[in-house]
Structure formats: C-alpha cells, structure tokens
C-alpha cells in the first residue's frame, strides 16, 4: 500500500510557473514507476509526464514536452512536476499515482495508487 499526497498547485497567470509536489509513504517508493495525470472538467483523465523507477527515463505528453519536467527524489519519497510557460489549457485537477507494472505507462487504469489531486489554474 502506499499513500500519495499531492501539494502545489495553485493560481497563476499565463507563462507562469507551478511546481507540483506529491509526497509517498507506505511501501518503498523507488520500487515504483511514477506518473502524473490531470483531468479537466468535463473531459477524461490524461496522462500529462512519467518517471520510471530505475533508471529515471522520462515520458511527456506531447502537449507538456518541453515546458513541464518531472523528477524524483527517493531519498524523501517524493516525486515533483515543474511546470514552465503555462497555458489557460493547463488548467485542471493534477493527480500522482504509483504503479507496480513491469513498464512506465501511459493509461491511467494501469495504475495502482492516486493522489487527491491538486488543482492547478491559469487565468488569461
């Protein structure tokens, strides 16, 4: 079992920047690959960036590449989302989540374990 929390979010203003935090505890944090998804109202959730458990490898969202950044530290069980340059369309519930598979994945029933989400809102 482990518990996720997520911490972070907040109002900002277009071309600002929010980093997103998401605190493990529970099991051995680094045993996980770890993602992060965001869903807006009336739309399904969406895979937005994920870190593998290894060796770290990266995956983004075609429409987060290059602006958001995600990263680890096992050390304090925490996994963080730097979000630059931040557009009105960023704006939505941003959930971590941890899963066991054998490989990082993109579909969010792949995973085992869900924050409560953050909300992350960007005026015009």
């Known amino acids: 079992q482990v518990q996720l929390v997520e911490s972070g979010g907040g109002l900002v203003q277009a071309g600002g920047s929010l980093r997103l935090s998401c605190a493990a505890s529970g099991r051995t944090f680094s045993n996980y690959h770890m993602g992060w998804f965001r869903q807006a109202p009336g739309k399904e959730r969406e895979f937005v960036a994920g870190l593998s458990r290894s060796i770290g490898s990266t995956y983004y969202a075609d429409s987060v590449k290059g602006r958001f950044t995600v990263s680890r530290d096992n050390a304090k069980n925490t996994v963080y989302l730097q979000m630059n340059s931040l557009k009105p369309e960023d704006t939505a519930v941003y959930y971590c989540?941890?899963?066991?598979?054998?490989?990082?994945?993109?579909?969010?029933?792949?995973?085992?374990?869900w924050g409560q989400g953050t909300q992350v809102t960007v005026s015009s």
């Open positions: 989540a941890a899963t066991v598979a054998v490989l990082l994945t993109t579909t969010p029933w792949s995973y085992d374990y």
